[in-house]
């Protein structure tokens, strides 16, 4: 019976299989028959056992099923699959098998081999969400809307520098995903303690020949396993990046609430919002994206409480990240995936926009007159306290220039025409479009360099 929604409910095919029961056996059966190769290769076993190891390893008679069964008769998971992988060899090949390795040594690296695919779909998936972000910024680098900070009408920006934001901070992510591979793919096959004693005086090139047939860097100072800073590493990554989903989802959200309601997430012609409340347009890709990167971020403390082993290593880890590894990269995953669908399906209100900026009738343009009335020859103060005067005893529906034109310090160095101007939003954007401009062009360069279309 399923009970993990992972089983049913969340997590993407590509990212599932990569993480699934068979092909985590399939990648330690990679590391036995690499092992065994670079044995061979170095005379410590005959030639013919490694070749026939291989062979059993990818003959597909090593199966979950058959692998469980013996694990139920030894209590060893490890030991029922090097059990069950010599009972697939023929002639006596199966006494080679894992011959001075210990269990981390297959497990750890197979991780390796893991993360190494994983990182890979990361990294797509990183690129599509940029890849949106910046066509949606691009689109709307010139949409006027209301900034707002604590909540409140702040200043005008654009939609297209909004959405630049957390495009540069997606590509900060992409950064960081390049320079955590070399650290975050890595394997050890250096046995029991960490000396490697059980391969004798060849262990370090027995150790580079196994990792290089798989593709992974080897872990420079092992113990019993790979340094558990590196997992927690990860789980630091796929945390930072899942706030700035969620960090984009809650904006969605925010703006999409009915009083604002300048953005709507895609709704589709027979989707029900509510079981009763049959008006109602949910924003629950947005609401899925939060709840889902909440259950994500939870598995962090598993990955730093599991990097507190005793000595050399204890059991304590391993049960914790069986749970919090697959977990944390098929939620990023689906994460990303829902963000960059949720900013393609964006319904950008122009109209609510722009009814957003005339709400406070001209209050959001305060700092604008400010500038101005500096550059009239008024002192920077003077001009802040006159106008925190005007604005705050304003009366209720009437216009800030009206407030402002009764002003006789106002009309001394102003004329209405020139006051009517500082208050328009589309002249107070500064060099928001040139950050826009720059944003993109960096994710543009970036998507060239990947060789996606950007």
Same mark, same amino acid.
């Given at each position: ?37 670079? &044995? ?13 190891? @291989? ?5 597909? /008679? ?9 694990? @139920? ?78 909540? &409140? ?29 070399? /650290? ?22 027995? &150790? ?57 997430? @895609? ?188």
């Amino acid at each position: 019976m399923l009970s993990c929604p992972l089983d049913f409910r969340y997590g993407r095919a590509p990212a599932k299989r990569i993480f699934s029961e068979s092909h985590k056996l399939e990648l330690m059966l990679r590391v036995e028959a690499a092992l065994a190769k670079a &044995q061979a290769d170095v005379r410590i076993i005959p030639k013919e056992a490694a070749d026939e190891i @291989a062979r059993a390893a990818g003959s597909g /008679r090593v199966t979950v099923e058959k692998v469980a069964k013996a694990e @139920a008769k030894v209590k060893h998971d490890i030991m029922g699959l090097v059990q069950t992988l010599a009972d697939a060899c023929k002639g006596d090949a199966g006494k080679y098998i894992h011959l001075g390795a210990t269990s981390n040594d297959i497990i750890d690296t197979a991780t390796g081999l893991q993360l190494k695919e994983f990182l890979a779909l990361l990294r797509d998936d990183l690129g599509e969400v940029c890849r949106v972000l910046a066509a949606l910024a691009k689109a709307h680098r010139n949409t006027v809307m209301v900034g707002r900070t604590h909540g &409140q009408h702040a200043l005008p920006i654009t939609f297209g520098l909004k959405i630049a934001v957390f495009l540069d901070e997606f590509m900060r992510h992409v950064w960081r995903l390049g320079q955590a591979e070399t /650290r975050l793919c890595v394997g050890k096959m250096m046995g029991a303690v960490g000396t490697g004693a059980g391969f004798g005086p060849k262990a370090l090139k027995i &150790q580079d020949a196994v990792m290089g047939e798989l593709g992974l860097a080897a872990e420079t100072g092992a113990t019993q396993v790979v340094a558990r800073d590196r997992y927690v590493e990860l789980g630091s990554l796929l945390t930072m990046v899942s706030l700035t989903c969620e960090r984009f989802a809650l904006e969605i959200r925010n703006l999409q609430r009915t009083e604002i309601g300048e953005v709507e997430e @895609a709704f589709g012609k027979d989707q029900v919002g509510s079981s009763t409340m049959a008006q109602k347009r949910n924003p629950i890709t947005a609401e899925n994206i939060c709840g889902l990167g909440r259950v994500l971020r939870s598995n962090l403390h598993v990955f730093t409480d599991s990097s507190l082993l005793w000595h050399e290593r204890d059991l304590s880890n391993s049960s914790a990240e069986r749970f919090a590894l697959p977990h944390a990269c098929i939620l990023a995953d689906e994460v990303l995936a829902k963000t960059a669908k949720l900013a393609a399906g964006l319904r950008v209100r122009k109209d609510r926009m722009r009814s957003n900026l005339e709400m406070t009738r001209g209050l959001v343009m305060a700092e604008a007159v400010i500038v101005a009335l500096v550059a009239k020859g008024m002192g920077r103060q003077e001009a802040h306290e006159l106008v925190r005067k005007v604005s705050h005893s304003l009366p209720e529906g009437r216009h800030f220039v009206e407030g402002l034109w009764k002003s006789s310090k106002v009309r001394k160095l102003m004329k209405r025409k020139a006051i009517e101007a500082a208050l328009d939003p589309a002249k107070y954007l500064g060099v928001a479009g040139k950050i826009v401009d720059e944003i993109v062009g960096r994710q543009a360069e970036w998507a060239k360099a990947a060789g996606k279309t950007a």
